[in-house]
């Protein structure tokens, strides 16, 4: 067996993105100690302490004190796993309130983003993250593989996913915003997973948040392509960078048709940094 590699206490606060001074306090404290001190006073851990601390870390921005935390520390096992149990659900509670709060600013962002958008006007907006259920991905787009897909994709959902607010529409591969590419791109149809369809087990893809090069365009193939002109002649003129996945987001309230589209859509590209 060869010698246990130490850690300096600037490589531990480094891995668990804290600080020296943190860890100082917390030696201080008993509550996280080194492995080993040297002559001079320097600390060193090993590797495998890196979980406790990262777990003392979550404990503390939950909201314990130090004193709690070290008070968690001494419990015996029955009771520090009763004491888990608490902990675990009041992480669940806040995880539900925080999606709650976020699918409804999400919601006010997308309303107030493209309330204004004038119909093959390309602009530049900043949409927010957000995560959404897809389908398999298809090898074209023709109308019968398009409902095919988009009957199969949200039999899989909940029964009241179609009535749901969330976003709605399809990821597909386009580069460059190439109108002529359009026909023969892959796609999947993507749901927003919002609270009213997350009960199903399905592949989940997530729309990053930043600045996109955006387009409202009639949701027809002839209304997309022109769009894709347009958005491709506008960010080359500005010298934008595209990420390769095309948003093509169903706009206003209409029910869907069979193809998965409302009447107006938006058109986005993730303009890459």
Not at 196 to 203: K, V
């Amino acid at each position: 067996m060869g010698q246990t590699t130490l850690l300096k206490i600037s490589e531990m606060a480094q891995l668990a993105d804290t600080t020296r001074r943190t860890l100082i306090f917390y030696d201080e404290a008993g509550v996280f100690c080194p492995t080993k001190k040297s002559a001079a006073g320097y600390r060193y851990y090993e590797y495998n302490q890196l979980y406790d601390l990262l777990f003392i870390l979550g404990l503390r921005k939950l909201g314990m004190s130090v004193a709690q935390v070290k008070d968690f520390q001494d419990q015996e096992p029955a009771e520090v796993d009763r004491q888990l149990g608490v902990v675990q659900r009041d992480i669940d509670q806040k995880i539900t309130e925080l999606t709650r709060i976020q699918t409804i600013v999400a919601k006010k962002v997308n309303r107030q983003a493209t309330a204004d958008l004038a119909l093959d006007t390309p602009t530049i907006r900043w949409s927010p993250r957000r995560l959404f259920w897809c389908s398999q991905a298809s090898a074209s787009c023709t109308e019968e593989e398009v409902a095919e897909l988009f009957a199969s994709f949200y039999q899989q959902l909940d029964s009241l996913a179609l009535m749901d607010t969330g976003q709605s529409g399809f990821l597909t591969d386009l580069a460059d915003a190439e109108p002529t590419g359009y026909a023969d791109a892959a796609f999947r149809v993507v749901k927003e997973a919002t609270l009213a369809t997350t009960q199903r087990a399905l592949p989940r893809v997530e729309k990053p948040a930043g600045d996109f090069a955006v387009i409202r365009v009639e949701n027809t193939t002839v209304g997309i392509t022109r769009g894709l002109a347009k958005l491709q002649a506008f960010c080359h003129q500005r010298s934008l960078s595209l990420a390769s996945d095309l948003w093509q987001m169903n706009l206003g309230n209409d029910a869907l048709s069979e193809h998965g589209g409302s009447q107006y859509g938006q058109l986005e590209y993730l303009i890459k940094k």
